[in-house]
């Protein structure tokens, strides 16, 4: 009887210190998101999507949205979108090696970085910043939009 006293005692003192030792790495990760080690906290899957999700949205930045301003890019311009190109190519290959956690932040990372390079390139074409998606999918938040017609139909252009 006293045995499963002392055990159960283990026990208790165990999932209690997992419980806090949990509760401080997330504490830590939320502190820092962009820490050393804030992504490889998470598991391998939640890793992948992460560095997944990142990629995906590198290359959508990649997708020029008015090609004719894109096309006259000056050469700091032309240079931060050749370096996102690169950083999109290399988080391509990193992806399909990744097979942990810590090589699945490398991915995130590599195509972080490639989102900054499309900023500076927008910054030096003078192109708005992308703004985020809301419910409806129009990327216009909050802006005013008056409707005029383009080549595919309706089309919103800000005033």
Not at 93 to 100: G, H, P, S
Request: net charge neutral; proline share 6%.
């Amino acid at each position: 009887m006293g045995f499963a006293i002392v055990l159960a005692a283990v026990l208790i003192a165990g999932a209690a210190g997992a419980v806090f030792a949990q509760r401080r790495s997330r504490a830590r990760a939320a502190a820092d998101p962009d820490g050393p080690g804030a992504l490889a906290d998470l598991s391998e899957l939640d890793a992948e999507a992460e560095a997944n999700r990142w990629l995906l949205r590198l290359g959508g930045s990649l997708v020029p949205p008015d090609a004719p301003t894109w096309a006259t890019a000056g050469e700091a311009a032309g240079r931060a979108l050749t370096d996102a190109s690169e950083c999109h190519r290399a988080a391509r290959v990193q992806l399909a090696k990744a097979r942990t956690a810590a090589e699945y932040a490398e991915v995130t990372r590599t195509a972080r970085r490639g989102l900054g390079h499309v900023r500076t390139a927008r910054e030096a074409l003078g192109v708005a910043p992308e703004t985020p998606a809301v419910a409806g999918g129009n990327s216009l938040a909050g802006e005013a939009v008056s409707g005029s017609v383009g080549v595919n139909g309706p089309k919103p252009a800000l005033i």
